[in-house]
């Protein structure tokens, strides 16, 4: 577990205070029963202030004990919170800046449950290592010290369980990681389902098919409670193993500490003050089996932090030398590009093509074709298997991905709107952007007049997702927040299909109108929404079938006339 060498190192100070403070009050608390042996032994039956002296002392060292060990945990919390917090603030920064192909390969769902219920383990085993690792240590061994010189025959008794004790909690912890590791995978799972379904809810719903994902999440709920059976069934019979072990040695250490006092080897006091070290110590060694039940959980977890954590950076700023610039007229140029999301079969095959600055290019074609791989690997979500990629001449490789990012302006096929006023989700956070762009914005993306509708205005609540408002609306919103900054190259992923033609039509002349000089990119399953483009490519499985303006592929292209004369008839005839 070197991730917490790494975040606690800086902690390290605190926490030695810490385990000082609560030193003391164990080895205070370690005092109690010798101090009560010594008073039945010597002082009781004598005068009335020397036992009040000595019940006073053991009041003070209870006292000692509580407030030090107070003190202890309180700041035993404050280190782990911190040390929590530092651990999610980076896994969830790493997590944002994992590639597109990494994340695929984590999935979601397992990247929330381990920022979640994985930095939620390691939290509690800290917490637990700082008070009681010191504490659980101290009270066994001074324990057994201090029996050992009250009566060593009857010590050797009680020590002779402890190794039986260790063999149990090694051999049980040993199995404990790898099914821990089996539970938190099927964490991911059931987190998945119900993230989808609490994203689809309203499909699920409109369909009736509310029974259908109830079976769909007992499936996996299921199969964790079939984990966490296992893991639960080998864990769970530390505790009472371990009692059983204690037990016996309870009962050994009362049977010969009874023989003892018969035989006047030993005293009943020293029997009472001895039992009340074999429940310290008892209870110490417990602390300890808890300590090795939470390592293995804690374990697995920081492993699923640490693959997460110590991901190597996938798509770095590559040198010009490896990737030089070329000499183009065209804004954005894509060169005989091939990519693949498995490695396997080619999702596009020899994209070739250019654009100038401030031209428009149009994307149309079957689902599945390639439309939106092609904007990924402009934004460099992924990286092309071959070919390259150019803005300006620059190979996207070469170019510092703020640099890049601040190049665009994006409203993509699956973004989103968060639980927010409307104008936050406008500016989304960019202090840059004034009230005045957010209402221009709007203006140009058609959607003043619905915004102005509401009583509040700007400063309309959305839901989260945006589920309080309709399809067309979320749509011309998320266009107003990719047109604000006035990018360089504008893209639209299907960001209009919820739009009647008369609000598109409207919208492309506002964006010809407002934003000239922006390149724009714009992804479309109609063709109304992409006729008027400079440049129009026609995607099939990933190649290129149709490329030139519209009245170039209504003549050339077949599969281009037909989609248009399929929309709309006649009307796409020059």
Same mark, same amino acid.
């Given at each position: ?12 100070? =605190?926490?030695?205070?810490? #385990? ?8 205070? @608390? ?53 040390? $929590? %917090? ?18 695929? &390969? ?28 010191? =504490? ?97 069934? *080998? ?66 977890? $920081? ?9 190597? @950076? ?24 091939? #990519? ?28 599945? $074709?390639? &439309? ?51 104008? @936050? ?56 927040? $990719? ?5 360089? *190259? ?22 010809? %109108? ?47 006339? %037909? ?12």
């Amino acid at each position: 577990m070197r991730i917490l060498n790494k975040y606690l190192k800086k902690y390290y100070p =605190r926490m030695a205070l810490g #385990f000082s403070i609560k030193s003391i009050g164990t080895l205070s @608390e370690l005092m109690l029963p010798y101090i009560l042996s010594h008073i039945l032994t010597n002082v009781l039956g004598k005068n009335v202030g020397e036992i009040i002296m000595w019940g006073g002392l053991m009041v003070l060292f209870s006292a000692i004990a509580c407030s030090f060990n107070i003190v202890a945990n309180r700041m035993a919390a404050k280190v782990s919170r911190n040390f $929590a %917090e530092a651990l999610r603030r980076d896994l969830f920064y790493k997590t944002l800046h994992l590639s597109a192909r990494q994340t695929d &390969k984590f999935t979601i769902p397992s990247l929330e449950s381990r920022i979640t219920t994985d930095t939620y383990n390691v939290h509690h085993f800290v917490n637990m290592i700082q008070r009681l690792g010191v =504490r659980a240590p101290m009270l066994l061994i001074g324990g057994i010290a201090v029996t050992l010189v009250m009566d060593a025959y009857l010590s050797l008794v009680m020590i002779s369980m402890l190794p039986l004790m260790f063999i149990v909690v090694y051999f049980i912890s040993r199995k404990g990681v790898p099914l821990y590791t089996k539970v938190q995978k099927r964490v991911d799972s059931m987190v998945r389902v119900v993230r989808e379904d609490a994203h689809g809810i309203r499909v699920i719903k409109a369909l009736s098919k509310t029974d259908y994902e109830n079976r769909r999440f007992d499936k996996v709920n299921r199969e964790l409670v079939g984990e966490e059976t296992k893991s639960g069934v *080998i864990m769970g019979s530390v505790n009472p193993i371990m009692t059983l072990f204690m037990n016996m040695g309870s009962v050994a250490v009362i049977a010969i500490g009874a023989h003892r006092v018969t035989g006047s080897l030993s005293s009943a006091e020293t029997v009472i003050a001895f039992m009340q070290y074999f429940t310290l110590i008892s209870n110490a060694m417990m602390s300890v089996t808890r300590m090795f039940v939470m390592y293995t959980k804690s374990a697995a977890s $920081a492993r699923r932090i640490s693959e997460v954590l110590y991901t190597e @950076e996938e798509q770095r700023v590559e040198a010009k030398e490896k990737f030089p610039d070329i000499k183009t007229d065209a804004h954005i140029k894509f060169d005989k590009v091939c #990519f693949s999301y498995n490695g396997k079969r080619n999702n596009l095959t020899n994209i070739d093509f250019e654009i100038k600055k401030g031209e428009s290019l149009g994307i149309i074609g079957a689902t599945g $074709a390639g &439309k939106s791989t092609i904007v990924k690997l402009l934004l460099r979500f992924y990286d092309a298997n071959s070919g390259g990629i150019y803005i300006n001449g620059e190979d996207i490789r070469t170019v510092e991905k703020s640099r890049l990012y601040e190049m665009f302006g994006s409203a993509l096929q699956h973004d989103f709107l968060y639980a927010d006023t409307i104008e @936050e989700n406008i500016r989304f956070g960019r202090n840059a952007v004034s009230h005045d762009d957010v209402e221009r914005a709007t203006k140009t993306a058609q959607a003043e007049e619905f915004i102005k509708a509401f009583p509040e205005g700007y400063e309309h609540v959305l839901s989260q997702h945006g589920t309080n408002i309709s399809g067309g609306q979320k749509q011309r919103l998320l266009i107003s927040r $990719a047109i604000c900054t006035k990018p360089d *190259i504008l893209i639209l992923d299907d960001s209009s299909s919820a739009l009647d033609y008369k609000t598109d039509a409207a919208l492309r002349r506002a964006l010809k %109108e407002q934003m000239a000089g922006t390149t724009v990119v714009t992804v479309a399953q109609r063709v109304s929404s992409i006729k008027d483009c400079e440049l129009i490519i026609v995607l099939d499985e990933g190649r290129i079938i149709g490329m030139g303006d519209h009245s170039c592929l209504m003549e050339n292209c077949s599969e281009y006339n %037909e989609i248009a004369l399929s929309q709309m008839g006649g009307a796409f005839v020059d």
